[in-house]
């Protein structure tokens, strides 16, 4: 029962742990709006900070929740798809339960041990999981069976660029660059690659790449990141001359 | 030339020359070296179990939050 003289303060504490207790769509819209409405009027408390956060977390979570279960279920109608078991993975990974795709995967591999597609989706779990020694030795094996793999060899380029080796990682992206160039995850990866090396006209290059591309193909309303990340970089650029001169 | 290279012409030259039986070769294959992966992977300590951690995580939020 509600208290009628319930301060907006009260009332929000009330309904986030309403939500938090009873996942209701109702008590997490309300309390949104409760929250919004009291950090305009005190954008300097950290407490409500604090509670407006944890009611974002708890609905995304449950959001992502709700995401995996439809994941599942593309892939009970669709087995022969491959998008819905990278995102599952993604899913699981943000929810921190690895461990489920993990298990998932291996007995489908042991199920099915002739299915490249076994190898990537295990290997991708591990990989997610940060366990990168395991990851390593699903790529390996995978690539005893199909040496060419593109996605096997694309999961090596990331866990060469997790564990450091970035040069060996971009080379990686290279051959597939040469491969399929009409495939832009090599582009996108080695540009995130190349600022994190601090290779930003290199970086950029990558950058402006996509944005031709995606310009060629009628996908102009992608190239606002691309463009973003470049602002980014230009913006490294310049504090990168500003402490070369001193200034 | 390696191991790899070695393994790789051979693989060429199993599917050119043995076309029908390529397909049984390939699965005999691979079902060892998912044995093998398989069996290693297990030999390992499971990557750290994050499925508790989400609600150890839950717990402690409830626990230790203030109240308004």
Same mark, same amino acid.
């Given at each position: 029962?509600?208290?009628?003289?319930?301060?907006? !303060? #009260?009332?929000?504490?009330?309904?986030?742990?309403?939500?938090?207790?009873?996942?209701?769509?109702?008590?997490?819209?309300?309390?949104?709006?409760?929250?919004? #409405?009291?950090?305009?009027?005190?954008?300097?408390?950290?407490?409500?900070?604090?509670?407006?956060?944890?009611? #974002? @977390?708890? %609905?995304?979570?449950?959001? +992502?929740?709700?995401?995996?279960?439809?994941?599942?279920?593309?892939?009970?109608?669709?087995?022969?798809? @491959?998008?819905? %078991?990278?995102?599952?993975? %993604?899913?699981?990974?943000?929810?921190?339960?690895?461990?489920?795709?993990?298990?998932?995967?291996?007995?489908?591999?042991?199920?099915?041990?002739?299915?490249?597609?076994?190898?990537?989706?295990?290997?991708?779990?591990?990989?997610?999981?940060? /366990?990168?020694?395991?990851?390593?030795?699903?790529?390996?094996?995978?690539?005893?069976?199909?040496?060419?793999?593109?996605? &096997?060899?694309?999961?090596?380029? @990331?866990?060469?660029?997790?564990?450091?080796?970035?040069?060996?990682? &971009?080379?990686? !992206? #290279?051959?597939?660059?040469?491969?399929?160039?009409?495939?832009?995850? $090599?582009w996108y990866m080695s540009a995130f690659t190349l600022e994190a090396m601090g290779r930003y006209q290199e970086a950029t290059a990558e950058w402006r790449y996509i944005i031709s591309w995606l *310009?060629?193909?009628?996908?102009? +309303?992608?190239? *606002?990141w691309p463009k973003e990340m470049i602002a980014g970089i230009e913006a490294k650029i310049v504090a990168a001359d500003a402490g070369d001169t001193g200034s | 030339m390696n191991g790899e290279d070695?393994? $790789?012409?051979?693989?060429?030259?199993?599917?050119?020359?043995?076309?029908?039986?390529?397909?049984? +070769?390939?699965?005999?294959?691979?079902?060892?070296?998912?044995?093998?992966? &398989?069996?290693?992977?297990?030999?390992?300590?499971?990557?750290? $179990?994050?499925?508790?951690?989400?609600?150890?995580?839950?717990?402690?939020?409830?626990? %230790?939050?203030?109240? /308004?």
């Amino acid at each position: 029962m509600t208290n009628p003289a319930e301060t907006l !303060r #009260q009332k929000a504490y009330r309904l986030l742990d309403e939500y938090g207790a009873l996942h209701e769509e109702s008590a997490y819209a309300e309390a949104k709006r409760a929250y919004q #409405q009291l950090l305009a009027e005190y954008p300097d408390d950290a407490g409500l900070h604090l509670e407006y956060g944890m009611l #974002q @977390d708890w %609905h995304g979570r449950r959001s +992502i929740r709700a995401a995996v279960c439809c994941y599942e279920r593309a892939i009970e109608l669709d087995p022969g798809q @491959d998008a819905p %078991h990278f995102q599952l993975t %993604h899913s699981r990974a943000a929810l921190n339960e690895t461990e489920r795709v993990i298990g998932l995967y291996k007995k489908r591999l042991a199920a099915a041990p002739d299915q490249i597609r076994e190898y990537r989706f295990l290997a991708r779990a591990y990989l997610y999981a940060g /366990a990168r020694d395991e990851a390593g030795k699903v790529i390996a094996a995978g690539r005893k069976l199909e040496p060419d793999d593109p996605t &096997l060899l694309d999961l090596e380029a @990331d866990l060469l660029d997790a564990a450091g080796r970035r040069e060996e990682s &971009l080379a990686i !992206r #290279q051959t597939l660059k040469q491969r399929d160039p009409e495939d832009l995850g $090599s582009w996108y990866m080695s540009a995130f690659t190349l600022e994190a090396m601090g290779r930003y006209q290199e970086a950029t290059a990558e950058w402006r790449y996509i944005i031709s591309w995606l *310009e060629a193909h009628d996908n102009a +309303i992608h190239t *606002e990141w691309p463009k973003e990340m470049i602002a980014g970089i230009e913006a490294k650029i310049v504090a990168a001359d500003a402490g070369d001169t001193g200034s | 030339m390696n191991g790899e290279d070695v393994a $790789s012409r051979m693989r060429l030259e199993l599917s050119a020359l043995a076309p029908d039986r390529w397909p049984a +070769i390939r699965r005999a294959v691979a079902a060892r070296i998912a044995a093998g992966l &398989l069996a290693e992977l297990d030999g390992l300590p499971r990557p750290a $179990s994050r499925l508790d951690l989400e609600r150890q995580r839950r717990a402690r939020q409830l626990a %230790h939050r203030e109240v /308004a």
